[in-house]
């Protein structure tokens, strides 16, 4: 069984960082791509970034680049993010997401077809 637990959220003042992980088990981590998404209330979901286990190749859209950073340890089927200079806008609660496909540009794969999702972990930052 798939399954993706999150941590390293919490509480933060403007301009601090977070390291949030997420912890992958049952499957075969280096075949799939994996996002980072977050939801604040009363808005869409939407992607901060992704990245192609198979390639490395990484995709972070203009809201979050140059302060948000992904990584993988395949050693140990973890996905991080990386989150530096945040912002109070930045609150909201953020998922890890993966997806068993091969491909070398991970922005190609839809939110909506990301099989496999992680609870959730919530990023509050204070102004």
């Known amino acids: 069984e798939v399954q993706l637990v999150e941590s390293g959220g919490g509480l933060v003042q403007a301009g601090g960082s977070l390291r949030l992980s997420c912890a992958a088990s049952?499957?075969?981590?280096?075949?799939?791509?994996v996002g980072w998404f977050r939801q604040a209330p009363g808005k869409e979901r939407e992607g901060v970034s992704c990245?192609?286990?198979?390639?490395?190749?990484?995709y972070v859209p203009d809201s979050v680049k140059g302060r948000f950073t992904i990584s993988t340890d395949n050693a140990k089927s973890t996905v991080y993010l990386q989150m530096d200079s945040l912002k109070p806008e930045d609150t909201a609660v953020y998922y890890c997401a993966a997806q068993r496909w091969v491909v070398s540009g991970c922005a190609m794969v839809l939110m909506n077809e990301y099989h496999y999702w992680g609870q959730g972990t919530q990023v509050t930052v204070s102004s």
């Open positions: 049952g499957f075969t981590f280096d075949d799939y791509v």
């Open positions: 990245i192609s286990n198979t390639y490395g190749t990484t």
